[in-house]
């Protein structure tokens, strides 16, 4: 079993910045990509950035220039770096990996207020 463990939300004015973490522990498995994404209230749970196995990355086009997803050395740990942020990025920010299963982490909250 795969456990991820996600960190760094928190309430923060607009304009702000947060870097959430997410740490992968448990059976080692084959991962091919892993990505943050967020469910923000009354809405769907939307894909935010994604980084492969082999760096490239992907971010939704409200994200892009402000927020950075990474990979931590030996690459058990996640990042996203999130600058100028604003109050519609309020949401729960889910880590995700992803390999022949996909596996969610719990989840952490993310206010901007304005």
């Known amino acids: 079993q795969v456990h991820l463990t996600e960190s760094g939300g928190g309430l923060v004015q607009a304009g702000e910045s947060l870097t959430l973490s997410c740490i992968r522990t448990?059976?080692?498995?084959?991962?091919?990509?892993m990505g943050w994404y967020r469910r923000a209230p009354g809405k769907e749970r939307e894909l935010v950035a994604t980084?492969?196995?082999?760096?490239?990355?992907t971010d939704a086009d409200s994200v892009k220039g402000r927020f950075t997803i990474s990979e931590g050395s030996p690459g058990n740990t996640l990042y996203l770096k999130m600058n100028s942020l604003k109050p519609s990025d309020t949401a729960v920010y889910y880590c995700?990996?992803?390999?022949?299963?996909?596996?969610w982490g719990q989840g952490t909250q993310v206010t901007v207020s304005s």
């Open positions: 995700q990996a992803a390999g022949c299963l996909e596996y």
């Open positions: 980084i492969s196995s082999v760096g490239e990355t």
């Open positions: 448990g059976v080692a498995v084959r991962i091919n990509t």
